[in-house]
């Protein structure tokens, strides 16, 4: 039994030593020769798996606990730090965050910037973001573009939390598999603390609990965990798979001049249909590692039952019948416009374009107006 109450420090849970199966598990032996060695620091065994193994142990949390959680936020005079993933914008924004946070003031974070093409101007990103958030109701006091994995835009970050906090303190919120834990680690080395604390990964939801590190001055620096979107298509792939979808270096654009009726298939994971009768060139965001082909439409359905998990993958076979039975979109761009799957990323389309797109039923398919 944990005689005092200790909490994860990579997930934020409170540690137990009696159900192996239950959130915040750690052999009773390993707490005990960790109390005795003087060392607080402790690691439940799921995160330990997850950071020495890379191995994700099932844990069963609904998006009530995490709203739950989140309505904490509100309950504070904070200033929140909203991290979205600058790749998956749509999949990753916090629509409803203002229901959450109340006053509270908004720093709107795009992380990934990395991963977007060096040639674009990072003030029109900063714009585009912008623009995007006031159209779905969030008006950030700021907007800031980081990559935390490359360690990249942490100081201009901090210079905006101290232009806004006034001794407040700092909440980080965001879905899952934004980078938010990344991005507090590298918070807490600026300040001289321990760099690698909370627990990072691949997988999306990897923080349980509210995580509070305390901050010079008093307050305390917020780690939430991430609200699972269920209209992410990552959220429905194996971490295999999600190594084939997730980005991990600058994306190289794809250019494809179509015909009227001619089809692109992103992996098995998506199709994308070309409908007008103008032969047009298209421009594909994905990351590198998927497989794009090309086919008539004609021949796609077809095309796509003969293949689908063998040629066109991800998904593998033993996870296909998600993606099986696809539902269709169909979207006309009356300006330059991106087309977006919500966490696998968009195809750029031009004015007075008809396309349509096939992908699995409750993945987020939605357009708007071209970022590059």
């Known amino acids: ?48 798996r997850l950071r020495h193994y890379n191995e994700m142990l099932p844990v069963s949390l609904t998006n009530d606990d995490f709203l739950q959680i989140l309505t904490k936020v509100g309950q504070q005079q ?4 909203n991290v979205v993933d600058i790749f998956d914008f749509n999949g990753s924004v916090l629509a409803s965050l ?9 720093i709107l974070v795009g992380n990934k910037a990395d991963l977007l093409p060096k040639s674009l101007k990072r003030t029109k990103i900063k714009e585009w973001l912008r623009q995007r958030a006031y159209e779905i109701g969030l008006h950030p006091v700021a907007v800031v573009l ?75 620096l917020w780690d939430t965990p991430g609200i699972v979107q269920t209209k992410q298509l990552t959220n429905r792939l194996s971490p295999k798979e999600l190594k084939y979808v997730q ?11 179509l015909n009227s009726n001619q089809t692109l298939f992103l992996g098995g994971l998506a199709r994308f ?21 090309r086919t008539k439409t004609a021949n796609a359905d077809s095309f796509f039952e003969r293949h689908l998990g063998g ?31 919500a966490g696998l990323g968009w195809i750029t389309v031009s004015a007075n374009t008809t396309v349509a797109i096939w992908t699995a039923a409750g993945v987020g398919v939605s357009i708007r107006k071209a970022m590059i």
């Open 1 to 48: 039994m944990v005689a005092k109450a200790q909490y994860c420090i990579g997930c934020g849970v409170k540690l137990q030593t009696t159900d192996p199966q239950g959130l915040g598990f750690v052999p009773e032996n390993v707490l005990e020769k960790s109390i005795a060695a003087g060392n607080n620091e402790l690691y439940c065994q799921r995160c330990f």
């Open 78 to 81: 904070a200033l929140v730090v």
């Open 98 to 106: 203002p229901r959450f946070v109340g006053d509270n003031p908004i």
């Open 146 to 220: 980081i990559s935390a994995a490359k360690n990249l835009g942490i100081d201009d970050l901090l210079t905006q939390i101290n232009n806004y906090r006034q001794k407040r303190d700092v909440c980080v919120v965001g879905v899952t598999n934004v980078g938010k834990s990344t991005l507090i680690n590298r918070l807490v080395a600026r300040s001289g603390g321990n760099d690698d604390l909370l627990t990072v990964s691949r997988f999306p939801g990897t923080t349980l609990d509210i995580i509070k590190l305390p901050l010079d001055d008093g307050g305390n």
């Open 247 to 257: 980005p991990a270096s600058e994306l190289k654009p794809k250019t494809y001049q």
């Open 273 to 293: 249909d070309y409908l007008s009768s103008e032969s047009k060139s298209v421009v594909v965001y994905l990351s590198n590692r998927l497989l794009i082909h």
């Open 311 to 341: 040629l066109l993958q991800p998904p593998f076979e033993q996870n296909t019948a998600e993606f099986a039975h696809p539902k269709r979109h169909i979207f006309k761009a009356e300006q330059k416009s991106d087309i977006v799957l």
